[in-house]
Nanobody
Framework: QVQLVESGGGLVQAGGSLRLSCAAS????????MGWLRQAPGKEREFVAAISRSGDSTNYADSVKGRFTISRDNAKNTVYLQMNSLRPEDTAVYYC?????????????????WGQGTQVTVSS
């Protein structure tokens, strides 16, 4: 099991950038593909980005491809989400999660361990 804590959320104007961090506890962090997911008010939770255990492969939702970058530093037990060119529709609570799959999965069903979330608000 892994404990996850997100940070770095906040208020930013459209077109701006934010960098989210997710700190994981334990010595098994590198065993898990990691993902970022988000939930906007009135909407279901959706996939944003995922990264493999070694960091050699990534997946992105079409809505963020080319704007967001997921990365990880296994030595620091940390995964990041660099968000550029932010839009108001990116406003959501962003969650870091660890998957039980063996790849950078896009399926929410594969994410077994979740952080508490961090709020990202993008103003017009």
């Amino acid at each position: 099991q892994v404990q996850l804590v997100e940070s770095g959320g906040g208020l930013v104007q459209a077109g701006g950038s934010l960098r989210l961090s997710c700190a994981a506890s334990g010595r098994t962090f590198a065993n898990y593909p990691m993902g970022w997911l988000r939930q906007a008010p009135g909407k279901e939770r959706e996939f944003v980005a995922a990264i493999s255990r070694s960091g050699d492969s990534t997946n992105y939702a079409d809505s963020v491809k080319g704007r967001f970058t997921i990365s990880r530093d296994n030595a620091k037990n940390t995964v990041y989400l660099q968000m550029n060119s932010l839009r108001p529709e990116d406003t959501a609570v962003y969650y870091c999660a660890a998957a039980v799959s063996h790849w950078a999965t896009k399926s929410l069903n594969d994410y077994a361990y979740w952080g508490q979330g961090t709020q990202v608000t993008v103003s017009s």
